[in-house]
């Protein structure tokens, strides 16, 4: 059991020390932007439905017919409120590079709340209750996503009615959002990691 505490203080430690690291960069916000953009817009693609615009009251003219998954009001359904779903994410200390933002709970806040389970005092500096509350790394890359998709909404609807043949995280992150300098990195296409590599990383 002390070997279990002193494990707890050691790794406490660590993600203190590397906390600034850990915070996302322009990258990993864009990255997950279009992440759940384009899972929002996935959802609603094989719809049938047709929408009926540009009714002119008193004059008799018929509305204009569009399809829905080809429609403003589709993108702007998927657009709403999308960086809210960020907060969904919690910092996997345990991976490395955007690995590390996933949905889902850490290893190692597993570890942590298994530890309580078994009666280990565990002092994180918060009520256990939050625990499970969004951290301040995931809080930044949601601020960081709402500023970015009001700075490049133009691009969003650009690609959405003209590009969609291309991957938004291409289009949208390494030809408008990302300097060439911050393309160098595996941001974009993370190298998956095995936990066999996961215990020399961590």
């Known amino acids: 059991m002390k070997f279990a505490v002193v494990s707890l203080f050691w790794l406490c430690g660590f993600i203190s020390a590397e ?9 990993e916000v864009c990255k997950f932007l279009t992440v759940e ?14 929408l009926e ?14 399809k829905y998954n080809t429609s403003e009001t589709r993108l702007t359904e998927a657009v709403d409120n ?4 960020i907060l969904e994410y919690n910092v996997h200390a345990e991976r490395p590079g955007s690995l590390r933002y996933a949905k889902g709970s850490s290893q190692t806040m597993t570890t942590l709340k298994n ?11 918060m009520p256990y209750e939050l625990w499970d509350e969004p951290s301040v790394e995931v809080t930044d890359m949601k601020k960081q996503c709402e500023t970015m998709l009001e700075q490049f909404e133009d691009v969003v609807e650009n690609w959405y009615f003209h590009h969609q043949d291309q991957r938004l995280e291409n ?8 300097e060439t300098s911050e393309q160098g990195g595996r941001c974009m296409v993370p190298k998956q990691v ?6 020399f990383i961590f």
């Open 19 to 27: 906390e600034n690291e850990r915070l996302p960069n322009k990258c």
């Open 171 to 178: 289009f949208l992150c390494e030809n408008h959002v990302l």
């Open 115 to 125: 530890l309580v389970h078994k009666g280990v005092q565990v002092d994180l500096g």
């Open 37 to 50: 953009l384009q899972d929002a817009l996935e959802k609603t693609a094989r719809s049938r439905e047709v």
């Open 194 to 199: 095995t936990g066999w590599q996961m215990i």
């Open 82 to 85: 999308i960086c809210e779903r």
């Open 53 to 66: 615009v540009g009714e002119v009251l008193g004059t008799g003219k018929r509305r204009k017919k569009i």
